[in-house]
């Protein structure tokens, strides 16, 4: 059984984790698949804790509303690890809040070939204001610009639109299949 961890050591492990969230101000953590069912839980759960926070009801929408989109886009665009079809969809989910703005940080595999594309999506989204924002949204909904995963980086557009702010992304290579996307998102809180 080389895979099983002494309870000692996870013991450690979970402290210094619960230790580096509270440093980080990490209010909630989920990492598996992402379903409809996840994503409803974990919504209600951010809405319960920001209820708690005395956090204004614009920046409580924002946080609720990026927080979907990036479910969405888990459950939408993550590949599996495996060659299996119909594998789950898994990623990782944090929120964490600092002094003037919150972070939706979230991760999951994707194949190495997308990532070109999907750069490309990401750049030319943190280039544009506001107007290019809606204005790429629009195009996107008008010309009917849809994968066969069910958007044309709608979601990123999405997102960069409600945070106004960049998009922090990166990538790190698994193997010569596959990758790990890193997104974060960025709302102010004043």
């Not at 989109?69 to 599996?80: G, M, P, T, V, Y």
């Not at 600092?98 to 989204?125: A, F, M, P, W």
């Amino acid at each position: 059984m080389g895979n099983t961890i002494d309870s000692h050591s996870f013991l450690d492990f979970a402290y210094q984790l619960y230790q580096t969230m509270k440093t980080n101000e990490i209010s909630l953590v989920y990492e598996g698949e992402v379903t409809q069912e996840i994503t409803k839980t974990f919504t209600s759960l951010t809405e319960k804790n920001l209820a708690k926070s005395e956090e204004s009801n614009a920046v409580q929408r924002k946080v609720f509303n990026v927080m979907v989109e990036c479910l969405q886009n888990i459950s939408k665009h993550a590949d599996s690890l495996g060659d299996e079809e119909g594998e789950e969809r898994r990623g990782i989910v944090m929120v964490s809040k600092g002094d003037d703005s919150y972070n939706i940080i979230t991760g999951n595999v994707i194949k190495n070939d997308k990532v070109e594309g999907l750069t490309k999506n990401l750049e030319q989204v943190n280039s544009l204001d506001k107007k290019g924002l809606s204005e790429l949204y629009k195009n996107q909904m008008r010309e009917g610009k849809f994968s066969d995963k069910g958007g044309a980086g709608l979601g990123l557009i999405d997102i960069a639109k409600k945070t106004g702010s960049t998009l922090g992304y990166q990538f790190k290579t698994l193997n010569d299949q596959v990758s790990f996307f890193i997104l974060t998102s960025t709302i102010k809180r004043k």
